[in-house]
């Protein structure tokens, strides 16, 4: 791959391997696509579109309190590299003035009653919390289970990721039957006339409908034989975005995601019908996520959610 050129090859792929890549023809394709913005914009300007630079010269381009939901995935304070371009870790205040840069100018944009999700690694995610509390109502941390990647042998294995929900005020939408859970139940419950309580039958195992909670050990993270898998190394899964986005949007509201990556916000934002836009730095993973924009409008499954349902992993679904 040429980093000068922007351009890239797939490598081949084994037969079962159905990660996504750009050929150098649809490079050319989907870099028409990209948005590149040097005034001010309005809403429709940016509406299902990728805007391929750094956040911190598109937000004083943006329209002021346009956005229901905001979903943030920064860099991590780790030191890794995205194709080349390295996140050198530091200290605590120096993450925190490099955070606060970006985040409270981006907070012009958000409606009274908007949303906010941002995602944090276990060591900072104090420094995260204490930001969106100068600012915002922080409402929950979520905390979900990344199962991927070696075990430490001098430590606990580090297998999860906390997600900071918070409101922009008291007046906030969220709906939590969007987001249930189907779980298999062990030990059914039966009323007076045997019939089951609160509870279902289907393919000879009980499943029970349960509120979601602050704890997520349902989501698989994107691996090589999964359709929705690219090759950037942090990408969040499609389900776990699809939880988010039906609990605290609406049909036609508005989703920004300033760290956009390979696009799963976007392409979640899509097929389930909401309007959308992300930023990212990067143009290889602009591409993808236009790729799988594109993707999207023929496929508009999530894996683990079927029928307005949410499933355990591993659950055949």
Not at 61 to 72: C, G, K, Q, T, Y
Not at 187 to 196: I, L
């Amino acid at each position: 791959m040429s980093l000068a050129s922007g351009k890239f090859a797939p490598m081949a792929k084994a037969p079962r391997n159905r990660t996504i890549a750009v050929d150098p023809e649809e490079t050319n394709r989907y870099n028409r696509n990209l948005l590149h913005i040097t005034s001010p914009v309005t809403k429709k300007d940016i509406s299902g579109r990728t805007i391929c630079q750094d956040i911190s010269s598109v937000i004083p381009l943006l329209p002021a309190r346009f956005v229901d939901l905001l979903i943030i995935d920064p860099p991590y304070n780790l030191t890794k590299s995205f194709r080349g371009n390295v996140f050198q870790e530091r200290d605590k205040a120096a993450y925190k003035v490099w955070f606060e840069s970006w985040f409270i100018p981006l907070l012009s944009i958000l409606k009274p009653n908007a949303s906010v999700y941002v995602c944090a690694e276990w060591r900072f995610s104090s420094i995260v919390e204490q930001i969106l509390s100068e600012h915002l109502t922080i409402r929950n941390r979520i905390t979900w289970e990344r199962e991927k990647g070696r075990g430490a042998n001098a430590n606990w294995k580090n297998c999860s990721e906390d997600i900071w929900f918070a409101t922009a005020s008291n007046d906030y939408y969220f709906d939590v039957n969007a987001a249930k859970l189907k779980r298999r139940v062990l030990a059914p419950y039966r009323d007076s006339a045997r019939k089951p309580k609160d509870w279902h039958q289907a393919n000879g195992a009980s499943y029970r409908l349960t509120h979601p909670s602050n704890l997520w050990t349902d989501i698989t993270v994107p691996f090589w034989s999964m359709p929705e898998n690219t090759d950037h190394p942090t990408q969040k899964p499609e389900k776990l975005l699809a939880k988010i986005i039906l609990a605290s949007s609406r049909k036609g509201d508005f989703v920004f995601d300033p760290f956009a990556g390979s696009g799963t916000t976007q392409v979640v934002a899509k097929k389930l019908g909401r309007a959308f836009c992300g930023v990212e730095i990067d143009n290889q993973y602009c591409l993808l996520a236009e790729k799988r924009l594109l993707l999207a409008e023929v496929d508009k499954t999530i894996q683990g959610f079927e029928d307005g349902v949410f499933y355990e992993r591993n659950s055949g679904k």
